[in-house]
Nanobody, 122 residues
Framework: QLVESGGGLVESGGSLRLSCVVS????????????IGWFRQAPGKEREVVSCITRSDGSTYYADSVKGRFTMSRENAKNTVNLQMNSLKPEDTAVYFC?????????????WGQGTQVTVSS
């Protein structure tokens, strides 16, 4: 189960911190075993990847549109992945979704959160 929080309304240039709590995964697995991604979907547009962190070495990837402004981090003790968003722009307005993928012995499982709305006013 994935639960996002932290969305809201902010003025252009402001900041927000999104969090995604990962729970209910199989015994013996930790957050390090998950590849985690943040996606967003604006009205009338397709869902796009914003940032992701790998399961192997924790490397992070950022879309060009957010590079230098967004930072993704993992808090293993809290089973939480954060997305710090600075210098927000109106074009960052979207519903932000957390996605997690894990390779269980039974196969790869992929999960989505319910999404959290981010609105940036100009």
């Amino acid at each position: 189960q994935l639960v996002e929080s932290g969305g809201g309304l902010v003025e252009s240039g402001g900041s927000l911190r999104l969090s995604c709590v990962v729970s209910g995964f199989a015994s013996g697995f930790t957050l390090d075993d998950f590849a985690i991604g943040w996606f967003r979907q604006a009205p009338g547009k397709e869902r796009e990847v914003v940032s992701c962190i790998t399961r192997s070495d924790g490397s992070t990837y950022y879309a060009d549109s957010v590079k230098g402004r967004f930072t993704m981090s993992r808090e293993n003790a809290k089973n939480t992945v954060n997305l710090q968003m600075n210098s927000l722009k109106p074009e960052d307005t979207a519903v932000y979704f957390c996605n997690a993928e894990v390779n269980y012995t039974s196969g790869i499982k992929n999960y989505w959160g319910q999404g959290t709305q981010v609105t940036v006013s100009s």
